[in-house]
């Protein structure tokens, strides 16, 4: 069984590399629609893959970062990075592009290891993302598996997100926190979702 939470974003980017001049060549933003489907090996307390109330915790502060964001890959020159650093309060610098391929990728990739890293109270079971789509227009989507995490080599610290995003998270260590826990210097999951109450025990 697979359950879709749909996430929204106005993003901001440049596609190096794409037929387009506009594209390109120009700053240009989308309003980005994400999918986030779960799968589960079974149901929780309630009867579900895992609560839509609990995604709205760490995994869509995550995904509300490239809110307002500029999105940028690490590879552009440092006048450039240095610019944008000093004239947008929201960015993220990515090691990879932000295309909407590379925008499902790093979404997955970061959703992956948030639940991971999240200590299940309510019955849950193996709770896994299965894929992350971007929608970068209506008539444009990337959907991201997570067999295609292979092609790159990702790791936590080499996404960067600008002090005005982190300060924006409800914990703004949150990020911190899950570096250090793959870093194996906590002992425990660093997120706990709420104990939802029963009515049928
Ligand atoms: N496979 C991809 N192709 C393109 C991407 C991408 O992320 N993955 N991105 C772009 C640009 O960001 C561009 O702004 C969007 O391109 P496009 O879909 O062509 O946008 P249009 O609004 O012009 O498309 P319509 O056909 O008018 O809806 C380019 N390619």
């Not at 697979?2 to 989308?30: M, P, T, Y």
């Not at 209506?138 to 936590?156: H, I, K, V």
Request: charged residues 30%; glycine residues 4%.
């Amino acid at each position: 069984m697979i359950i879709r939470k749909k996430f929204k974003f106005e993003g901001a980017h440049i596609v190096r590399d794409c037929s387009s001049n506009r594209c390109k060549k120009s700053l240009h933003g989308h309003s980005y629609i994400v999918e986030v489907f779960l799968t589960s090996n079974k149901l929780d307390y309630g009867q579900m893959i895992y609560d839509f109330g609990l995604t709205k915790g760490t995994i869509k502060d995550i995904i509300d970062s490239f809110d307002h964001a500029y999105a940028m890959w690490s590879k552009e020159s440092d006048d450039f990075k240095s610019f944008i650093k000093a004239n947008s309060d929201r960015y993220i610098i990515m090691p990879v592009s932000p295309s909407a391929e590379c925008f499902s990728l790093t979404l997955l990739f970061l959703i992956d290891k948030i639940l991971q890293a999240t200590e299940f109270k309510n019955g849950e079971g193996d709770v896994r993302v299965r894929s992350v789509r971007v929608h970068e227009t209506e008539t444009g989507y990337a959907e991201a598996f997570r067999e295609d995490l292979e092609w790159f080599n990702f790791s936590l610290k080499d996404i960067i997100f600008s002090s005005e995003i982190k300060n924006e998270w409800t914990d703004k260590e949150m990020y911190d926190k899950l570096i250090a826990y793959y870093d194996k210097q906590l002992g425990t999951k660093p997120f706990s979702n709420p104990v939802v109450s029963r009515h049928f025990e």
